[in-house]
């Protein structure tokens, strides 16, 4: 029974490790056929020099670093005020966090048109900079429930009441003892969804196209409506930086036990891609 | 809060009668650390209110709306026509089969990395992967599908050449209802194998040693004992990778166009153009939907609960 059980994980293992890597090695292996007649990286030169790429890239860049931006400036002060004074609202404020994992991203972005069209009493699409604007909020509201549950844990694993009591003490007004004591404590829990956020909002598609930003994904859409072996080497690129960001979480959450079991939680993403778990290595 | 501060402002007139004024000042400070303490959630309330209920919300009332903004059903009646409604419907068997088989082989892949008995690297090994891999959606993973089963994908070629199976003379096509399912399949798999693997390792080796020793098979031991215990951890995580796929929008849109009807690409569609001629429809399409994934995520909430309490 012992040997039969090791041979059944194994072909588990097995068949799982083929499903997995025979589409990357395909991608791979297309991605270096731009040359008719040897491998090349050709693909990867076109993609890397065309601007358009750059000018996406550049923007979805900027859009996840200003969403990493608000969403921690929203998220950190209101879990901790949670946690330190309104204990009774933690349930109202989790369930919050939770809805966008609920409600998919294509219906938020609709109702975003309907309520902030350009007649509307805050038009936020009718112009370029208003727009921008709504996709950060969009992106900072699907990326809520990874943010919110990173910090909290983060939260968790520290004595916040004894920290926020010892900096009173010790003459700290509120917004020292936020970024002087808080932030730093639970440094790592904000860089676990800090990293999540990214791989949420870089190469994002819906939001950014019916909001019709020239984000990165729909630029990945429109090259791979039109071209033959780019999407590839942008498929590969995307991997890796996938890659990347999962593995900076690991390295953050190494570095303190706090995200993990939340990042692990958060996985639960109904969102369509990036439902993300990253932290949950090692239990 | 009122009644402490009545205390407060009772007493010093009570012990210094002639000093008027110090009702303002006990009173004061208490009351706007009160305001305070709850304005310090307003901005987050406030964001919610404006990005996520409001927008929603709207969509909701649109719902119940004729195009004159009076009170109808007709939009819900309309949702049953034939293109919604077998929109809805291939929808619904994408979702569904990819979170089964997510579910089956996510929960024979942990179980083989958990009780397999496998070199101690396979575990973190897969755990990473499908870290990644769970993130690895959207438009990129349509593109490594087609340069894997499309027409000239590597696996389509190869078993052309080798095998001498011609994919698509089979009927198969990636671009089809199979096609999508095994592309979902691929961040399916690796969310099942990261939320049930928790699940697996509550499942202790005392357990299965108390069955052997009283006589029980493998069978006996699956049946009365494992199941039992972790069905409302993979039933739950099921209905979550129902909701997951049902959402997405990306993998689909890149993979097919719009040659593959299921809603959210008809939703998608609609927005762009008013494909179904009547606004409230629409909305109606979009209230369908979280209603779909709403009923599967709190499905899995529950069961994640039971699963939760069953454990202690």
């Known amino acids: 029974m012992k040997s039969q059980s090791r041979v059944g994980a194994w072909t588990a293992m097995v068949v799982g490790s083929l499903y997995f890597l025979i589409p990357l090695a395909a991608t791979f292996e297309f991605s270096l056929r731009m040359r008719r007649d040897s491998y090349s990286f050709d693909a990867y030169r076109v993609v890397l020099g065309d601007p358009r790429f750059q ?3 550049g923007y979805s860049m900027l859009m996840a670093v200003l969403t990493i931006v608000v969403g921690v400036l929203l998220v950190v002060p209101t879990a901790y005020w949670v946690r330190l004074r309104l204990p009774k609202l933690r349930p109202v404020v989790e369930f919050i966090t939770l809805l966008p994992l609920v409600i998919p991203a294509i219906v938020i972005v609709f109702g975003y048109l309907r309520i902030y069209n350009s007649s509307s009493i805050l038009p936020l699409t009718g112009n370029e900079r208003a727009t921008d604007l709504l996709l950060v909020f969009g ?9 919110y549950r990173s910090v909290d844990a983060g939260l968790a694993s520290v004595d916040v009441r004894s920290l926020t009591e010892a900096a009173e003490c010790l003459g700290a007004n509120w917004p020292t003892i936020l970024f002087k004591v808080i932030f730093p404590n639970i440094r790592s829990g904000i860089l676990s969804g800090a990293f999540l956020t990214f791989a949420v909002v870089i190469g994002e598609f819906t939001l950014a196209s019916l909001l019709d930003r020239p984000a990165f994904g729909p630029y990945l859409q429109l090259i791979g409506a039109n071209r033959a072996y780019e999407p590839s080497a942008l498929a590969i690129i995307a991997f890796v930086i996938t890659w990347a960001s999962m593995g900076l979480i690991q390295v953050f959450g190494s570095a303190r036990g706090s995200a993990r079991g939340s990042a692990r939680d958060a996985a639960s993403g109904p969102t369509g891609g990036p439902a993300s778990a990253a932290a949950g290595s090692k239990p | 809060m009122t009644a402490s501060s009545d205390i407060g402002s009772a007493e010093p007139q009570l012990l210094v009668p002639p000093v008027p004024t110090p009702t303002p000042q006990v009173r004061g400070p208490q009351e706007s650390s009160q305001f305070l303490t709850w304005l310090g959630v307003a901005p987050f309330f406030l964001f919610a209110l404006l990005f996520l209920i409001l927008p929603t919300g709207f969509l909701m009332v649109g719902a119940f709306q004729d195009s004159h903004g009076h009170f109808t059903l007709a939009n819900f009646r309309d949702l049953f026509q034939p293109g919604v409604l077998e929109a809805y419907w291939i929808s619904f068997k ?5 979170a089964i088989g997510g579910a089956v082989i996510g929960s ?3 179980w083989a990395a958990v009780q397999g008995r496998l070199p101690g690297w396979i575990r973190p090994t897969l755990m990473t992967f499908s870290g990644v891999a769970s993130n690895f959606a959207g438009v990129p993973l349509a593109f490594a599908f087609i340069c894997t089963l499309g027409r000239v994908g590597l696996v389509t070629v190869l078993l052309k050449k080798y095998v001498g199976l011609n994919l698509y003379s089979t009927g198969f096509s990636i671009l089809s209802f199979t096609g999508l399912t095994v592309t979902y399949l691929y961040f399916q798999i690796p969310l099942m194998v ?16 108390a069955c052997d020793c009283l006589g029980g098979t493998s069978l006996q031991y699956w049946r009365y004992v494992a ?4 069905w409302p951890s993979v039933l739950g995580a099921t209905l979550l990778l129902f909701a997951n796929s049902f959402g997405a929008v990306a993998t689909a849109y890149a993979l097919t166009g719009s040659s593959l009807n299921i809603v959210t690409i008809l939703l998608y569609a609609q927005i762009r ?6 606004q ?3 909305y109606a399409l979009a209230l369908g939907m979280i209603l779909v994934t709403g009923l599967s995520n709190g499905g899995y909430i529950w069961l994640r609960a039971r699963a939760e309490r069953g454990r202690r």
């Open chain 2, 94 to 98: 994408v979702s569904a089969a990819s």
């Open chain 2, 227 to 230: 199941l039992p215990v972790l």
């Open chain 2, 194 to 209: 990261l939320i049930v693997t928790p699940a697996l390792d509550g499942l202790k080796r005392e357990w299965r040693e």
């Open chain 2, 273 to 278: 153009g008013d494909v179904l001629h009547n």
């Open chain 2, 280 to 282: 409230n429809l629409g």
């Open chain 2, 108 to 110: 024979l892949l942990a």
């Open chain 1, 139 to 147: 992106y900072v509201t699907l990326s809520l429930p990874y943010m």
């Open chain 1, 55 to 57: 000018a996406s890239f």
